[in-house]
């Protein structure tokens, strides 16, 4: 943050608790992502790997070495944990999480059929060697649209209490199915019932891949909700977003830190 | 420009006084940065850091460093210049600009209640220090629907008496308000006003961030309209469509070249 | 391809003759664009620089020296083809090609109008030097929605006859024209008729710039269909739908695998 004159909302420094933004990598050039990941080093918490580009990506190792010398967490995408569970190597994809010196794991039931409580074993797990990520909400987008708002909150509890650190409510890297309809309009009335159900705002992780997302929620929840799947090259704009630096939130953001003054 | 066989348009070398490529930077990582402006530095004449995204880059030094090594102006989006404003801060926001040693600063009300004669007085007490670029057209897709195209032209004509070098035609960097309306189709009547007005038309920079915009303008204006909010990964595909390289111009400006010839 | 406990589908080493990925540069920045092609180098069978961005790219040259470096076939777009023949120019597009080394060159007919016969007559003179690619369809999306599939058919069959070795079918980079609608949509029923017509997938290859058009060719050909328009930035997000290894042809791959075990 520049020395500046205006005045804008405060900002925990890095480790934080909440604000957070986690990157998502679809399988950027290595160059070009230790470019990006060390330009804006103090606005990025976590990187994904999305689904299983890690397998694919020849310069893997470079682009972890990178994040571990910058201090910023790193996991797999959920596809490649559920993947492992299909073919039956869930110690493998165990072991694979190991060798690369993760911190952090997701465990997600977006693709394959894996009924809840088998995925909340898997969280209990896993939650003794790294943090978890669970997610919910499924990729599909109509089979996601059937999906009640008081299931997603029941399940968002239960990957809480089997020992998820942070659930992330799904949306893919397109905004186009979890937490969004299939048209890429926000599902307003389930948002409401997640942000009002008494869940620790905190814990929750929201994808937000697009601008209309992010906007909405740092509109409805403030600089320091959590948000995922953001682009690379979207980890500035962001930041505008969060301190009414860009025009969506400028005079929401404006009115937050008037209000006392004003009052 | 290669050697070629071919029969193209002609166009200006630096510095130009038309045909502008104005790009605007929205938080790109620094080495990426540096490697877009300097591959294409012919080019480019203008880069804007997008709205406040200055205040939360890490390397702003060393972007504007590149810049200046090349011999491109820049300035900060209209939204910084706004929110300095809304806080009662102007003297430090041109003191920002002083400091950062732009050449050129944007007057906006996009965002903000900022009426007209206030908006030209700002742009009047800009004009001894800097080259001033005003922006007319608000952020808002909706107010920007109500705004008329004879008020386009008179806020227009009003800038330019102020001491505008030039103004910009607001599009936003998605094309979705401005002279677009909010699902992205162009106000083809509000361009036809305006370009009718017997306003200097060099003086005008249409924001275009989409290759359909881009492509009308050229279509509609020639080679060498000024266009702006070029994503700096586009400056060389709207190279191509000012000289009749890609589909979408190739066989108007083909037209405009034969014209003499074949007469 | 990473070491894995995974089964995933077999791809064949490069040189490849089947599962190609065309990648297409539409004026990247120098590093970046070196950066783009050697972290995928294994993952990228060729690289389109398109349209006519080649004449309006300082750094060619370099460019082509880091394909040539890493054994990547090159080619400029067909449309450079067609200015130059709408000119009267083909012997200096030809020398062009020559000029930097071009072991591949594209004939098409998507923009000028050009009768496939004389269209053929360019293939049969050009396959003496080159590899010739030959597109087949029309840049002009409502043009493109009139050709019928029984006309594509026949022209895919007469170019195959003049000598080309790869026949690509357009879909712009926007994939909104050619084998696709205006509005995106692809032609299902055309490509049923170009599948089942007879002629030899591999010498097929499909411009498929969306994650949706991609999906929809590995379900329906299968993880070594030929693509092309690919983003240098989708390289590694398209091998993982060829293998399965993201949500959208998770399950379809799946079953490919275990067809023999199952059975």
């Known amino acids: 943050m520049r020395d500046t004159a205006l005045r804008l909302p405060s900002r925990q420094a890095k480790p934080r608790s909440r604000g957070l933004t ?7 050039p290595t160059s070009y992502f ?9 606005l990025i918490d976590l990187v994904k790997f999305g689904w299983g580009t890690a397998l694919v990506t020849a310069d893997l190792d470079q682009k972890i070495e990178t ?3 910058l201090g910023i967490g790193y996991f797999f995408g959920g596809t490649l944990f559920e993947k492992h569970v299909l073919q ?3 110690d493998d994809y165990r072991a694979f999480c190991h060798d690369y010196g993760c911190s952090h794991v997701e465990v997600s039931n977006g693709t394959i059929e894996l009924p ?17 990520l669970s997610e919910v909400g499924f990729k599909d987008g109509e089979r996601s649209e059937r999906l009640s708002p008081s299931r997603w909150v029941e399940y968002i509890r239960a990957d809480l209490d089997a020992g998820a650190d942070l659930v992330i409510t799904e949306a893919r890297e ?14 307003f009335g389930l948002i409401e019932d997640i942000l009002e159900a008494g869940l620790p705002t905190d814990q929750l992780l929201f994808e937000a891949p697009t601008k209309e997302l992010q906007t909405y929620f740092v509109r409805r929840v403030g600089t320091d909700v ?16 969060r301190l009414g630096l860009r025009s969506d939130t400028l005079l929401d953001i404006e009115a937050t830190i008037d ?3 004003r009052a």
């Not at 397109?174 to 599902?187: E, K, M, Q, V, Y």
């Not at 500035?236 to 977003?241: G, R």
């Open 22 to 28: 986690m990157v998502i990598d679809n399988g950027l």
């Open 34 to 42: 230790r470019d990006a990941v060390s330009s804006s080093t103090e």
């Open 67 to 69: 994040l571990r010398s």
């Open 88 to 90: 039956r190597r869930f």
């Open 116 to 132: 809840n409580p088998e995925k909340d074993d898997y969280i209990s797990r896993l939650a003794d060697d790294f943090t978890v």
């Open 174 to 187: 397109s905004g186009r199915s979890g937490i969004c309809r299939p048209d890429g309009r926000l599902r």
């Open 226 to 241: 959590n948000l995922g799947n953001i682009a690379p090259t979207e980890v500035i704009a962001l930041e505008t977003l």
């Open 259 to 261: 209000g006392g003054r």
